[in-house]
């Protein structure tokens, strides 16, 4: 299972695409070998997480756990 947030980085170039209101299939993340992504514990991610699950059973990503106690600032602009 994993943590409520984390880090994640892929170790293969891959594309997360799901399908849209109008039936076309929508791009929603392409992620690239070497950069770092967050997952927060926040509902707009829940869908994220259990992607992530998916691609860490699959060996397309590694997990970055938060350091005890740390947790991500969201910050609105």
Known sequence: M???EFKFTPLQLFEWWRPGPD???RLIGQ???GMT???TRNPVHDQLREKCSEWLEE???H???LSDG???KM???
Do not use: M
């Open 2 to 4: 994993l943590p409520a």
């Open 23 to 25: 039936g076309e299939d």
């Open 31 to 33: 992620y690239h070998p």
């Open 37 to 39: 992504y967050n997952c």
């Open 59 to 61: 060996g397309k990503i």
């Open 63 to 65: 997990i970055i756990p």
């Open 70 to 72: 740390q947790r991500f």
């Open 75 to 77: 910050v609105e602009v």
